[in-house]
């Protein structure tokens, strides 16, 4: 079986930063790629960066500029560099790979169990 790990969130004031991480491990063959995702109050969950195993990134226009996320691929590791926070980036942040178990033979979606982010003063 496949398990994520996720940690890094907590408080911080307005223009601060953050740096999350999510470490996968078990059973895992090979990872097509890795992403942050976020869920506010009253919101839905929504997709904020992803990389490929092979480097490729792209963002959610409303953190573009201020998050870089950026993997590990010898860890299973992908992370989050969250700089220039803001209110309304507070949220669970959520940590996803899309990866070949070699357990089951099939690729599947993983989930890390959610890290707090709250921005405020």
């Known amino acids: 079986q496949v398990q994520l790990v996720e940690s890094g969130g907590g408080l911080v004031q307005p223009g601060g930063s953050l740096r999350l991480s999510c470490a996968a491990s078990g059973t895992i063959y090979s990872v097509h790629f890795m992403g942050w995702y976020r869920q506010a109050p009253g919101m839905g969950r929504q997709l904020v960066a992803r990389?490929?195993?092979?480097?490729?990134?792209n963002y959610a226009d409303s953190i573009k500029g201020r998050f870089t996320i950026s993997g590990d691929n010898a860890k299973n590791t992908v992370y989050l560099q969250m700089n220039s926070l803001e209110p309304e980036d507070t949220a669970v942040y959520y940590c996803?790979?899309?990866?070949?178990?070699?357990?089951?033979?099939?690729?599947?979606?993983?989930w890390g169990q959610g890290t707090q982010v709250t921005v405020s003063s």
């Open positions: 990389i490929t195993s092979g480097g490729l990134t």
């Open positions: 996803y790979f899309r990866l070949f178990d070699r357990n089951t033979i099939a690729p599947g979606d993983y």
